[in-house]
């Protein structure tokens, strides 16, 4: 399975943007989809998620402005994210899990400037 990240970009502080993750291959095995953030200097956490039996969770900073869709049949999941905070800016990294294996997409960088 690949992934494909894409949508990253320069916005203001209040503004939105769609990140998008292509997958290729085996993507039925894909039980989850979900995106990651990694800030300079912090730890990398979990955003958003979401499971092919439709449970979607959602870092607490982010309810309510984001929202994580999956296209089953371009096979591609998304973020989008409106009311961006400067502390959104971080790398984004896409994901899909197969059973205990986990598959990255090269990350995006969303910078949210004032």
């Known amino acids: 399975v690949q992934l494909q990240a894409s949508g990253g970009g320069l916005v203001q502080a209040g503004g939105s943007l769609r990140l998008s993750c292509a997958s290729a291959?085996?993507?039925?095995?894909?039980?989850?989809m979900g995106w990651y953030r990694q800030a300079p200097g912090k730890e990398r956490e979990s955003v958003a998620v979401t499971s092919s039996g439709g449970n979607i969770h959602y870092l607490d900073s982010v309810k309510g402005r984001f929202t994580i869709s999956r296209d089953n049949a371009k096979n591609t999941v998304y973020l989008q994210m409106n009311s961006l905070k400067l502390e959104d800016t971080a790398v984004y990294y896409c994901?899909?899990?197969?059973?205990?294996?986990?598959?990255w997409g090269q990350g995006t960088l969303v910078t949210v400037s004032s």
């Open positions: 291959g085996i993507t039925s095995s894909l039980t989850a």
């Open positions: 994901y899909g899990r197969s059973g205990l294996r986990t598959y």
